[in-house]
């Protein structure tokens, strides 16, 4: 019998790409350069943390929780320029505009600067804003550079967000299958459309990175609707069946990103972020279960009748998250 071929080795890190005009736009005074492939995290109470993504509503709520609730300082990543009304002249805050699927921009950004963690909020944020085929590769592509350019740039502490959408739900084309409820992270992934794929691949992306790299830590965040104040669906509860009435709150979904950046454990973990109540205001959850998800099990007794749809629980264990509550970030 034929011996299988041996793996190959692992390629080279990509050189740190000279400044050019095609180079980011970095919108602080530059820092000195540091090629070093080992961590750099010296005090996790003052971290220098990458966000990606920025201009989002998810990253704005983060910039003002850090700067509310911590010492840390961010460099804040986005395709385009600050939005009106950022903090432009806080010295903890530096703003870079890069097009990050051009990989060495990405790797640029975490080499160039003692780079303590990145959070990972980049991504076309719902299946309707272009093409099925620009949707799904740009969010794959972006996950991709992420992680390789952490990695590259000895970075051990990173945050992906992905949605609760990876086991297919409010973008399914026909109705979502569910399993059981509450549905926790064992649940099967059976995404439809092209942003549910990415954010399901992305998830798999990270277990690659994190079998090969095993000093990482890797949050995926499976993130619901994040909204300010808790909206009410009591009036479209049959609309808004597919994603079982969830949402998070925004400061507890930043929250969340920087609790996964403060732990002790290495490898990926995914956890659900989602409040622990469902929004059908008036409607017992047992009831509204039975009604549109007939066929749908529970994993342990009847649904409590305010109770949400995600099990929250391993958010709780592995970094002390509740939605309400729980851990507050160093």
């Not at 990509?14 to 540091?34: K, V």
């Not at 986005?78 to 009106?84: E, I, M, Q, T, V």
């Not at 010295?91 to 950004?109: G, H, K, S």
């Not at 079998?211 to 609707?225: G, T, V």
């Amino acid at each position: 019998m034929a011996q299988k071929p041996p793996l190959p080795s692992p390629p080279a890190p990509l050189p740190t790409p000279a400044a050019s005009s095609s180079q980011p736009n970095t919108r602080a005074s530059p820092t000195p350069s540091s090629s070093s492939s080992s961590s750099y995290v010296t005090n996790p109470e003052e971290m220098k943390i990458v966000v990606t993504g920025s201009s989002g509503s998810l990253g704005q709520g983060l910039i003002q929780l850090v700067l509310s609730t911590t010492k840390h300082s961010l460099i804040l990543v986005d395709h385009k320029p600050p939005p009106p009304g950022s903090e432009l002249d806080n010295p903890r805050i530096e703003y870079v505009t890069a097009e990050l699927r051009t990989y060495t921009n990405f790797l640029e950004i975490l080499t160039s600067k003692r780079v303590d963690a990145l959070i990972h909020l980049a991504s076309y944020p719902n299946p309707f804003l272009a093409h099925a085929s620009e949707i799904h590769n740009a969010n794959v592509t972006l996950s991709f550079n992420a992680l390789q350019a952490a990695v590259e740039a000895g970075i051990k502490r990173v945050v992906m967000a992905s949605s609760v959408n990876a086991t297919s739900a409010a973008y399914a084309y026909g109705e979502p299958t569910y399993d059981y409820f509450p549905l926790d992270e064992q649940h099967p992934m059976r995404p439809e459309d092209a942003y549910s794929l990415s954010k399901a691949i992305m998830e798999v992306q990270c277990d690659a990175f994190a079998r090969f790299n095993p000093e990482i830590s890797i949050a995926s965040l499976r993130f619901h609707h994040c909204v300010d104040t808790k909206k009410n669906t009591s009036h479209l509860v049959k609309d808004a069946r597919k994603d079982l009435w969830g949402y998070v709150l925004m400061e507890s979904a930043a929250r969340a990103c920087l609790l996964a950046l403060d732990v002790p454990w290495k490898g990926h973990e995914v956890m659900y972020i989602v409040g622990n109540q469902h929004t059908a205001q008036g409607y017992n959850a047992e009831e509204i279960a039975k009604t549109y998800f007939p066929k749908t099990k529970r994993k342990s007794g009847p649904l409590a009748p305010s109770q949400g749809f995600y099990d929250c629980s391993k958010a709780e264990r592995l970094i002390g998250w509740k939605h309400e509550g729980g851990r507050m970030p160093a």
